[in-house]
């Protein structure tokens, strides 16, 4: 890499990647102009940065964190770079703009969330993966659920004998 522009342009990649959080890669064939506007803005609104990047360099940029990234990086391609796990909220609105266009010139080709690379047809299931925020939930969900069908069980039991003896109280059978 002879080339003083290419070298500033991996060093400049190689730090935007260990920064981030998470990314998606994109290959985009024929994108007008008015279909890139509207793809950037959509994500800008998420906090997600997005960058047309050269593959070779992304490519070796990738290589940097030890993540093999080769086969998602052809074409032409962009990389929609987030904080924390912000790649699975671009990767879902990617997908429902490539739903929503017909012919969309764009195809998700991998993504790292996580510190894990998804290339190929796992590339897909990143839109589907979820955050944190209902990761969190599914916990504590899970947790709770039984402690509260004990606390009911318990609960019911107390009922149940406070009605019986009430019953009792109020058939006579007990003039205390």
């Known amino acids: 890499m002879p080339n003083l522009v290419n070298q500033i342009l991996l060093a400049d990649l190689q730090r935007e990647f260990q920064q981030m959080g998470s990314c998606v890669v994109v290959e985009f064939g024929k994108l007008l102009p008015k279909q890139d506007i509207e793809i950037r803005a959509k994500l800008r609104e998420a906090g997600v940065r997005y960058r047309v990047v050269r593959s070779r360099l992304a490519e070796k940029a990738f290589e940097g964190l030890r993540l093999d990234m080769g086969k998602a990086l052809t074409g032409r391609c962009g990389v929609a770079i987030a904080q924390k796990e912000g790649a699975i909220h671009a990767a ?68 149940g004998l406070a009605r019986c003896i009430q019953a009792k109280v109020d058939k006579g059978g007990g003039a205390a």
């Open 92 to 159: 879902k609105i990617l997908r429902d703009w490539i739903k929503k266009t017909k012919d969309a010139p764009l195809e998700i080709k991998g993504g790292v969330v996580e510190g894990a690379a998804y290339v190929g047809a796992a590339s897909s299931s990143i839109a589907d993966l979820p955050d944190r925020h209902t990761v969190n939930t599914q916990i504590v969900t899970a947790i709770s659920g039984p402690a509260r069908s004990l606390a009911t069980l318990v609960s019911a039991v107390a009922g």
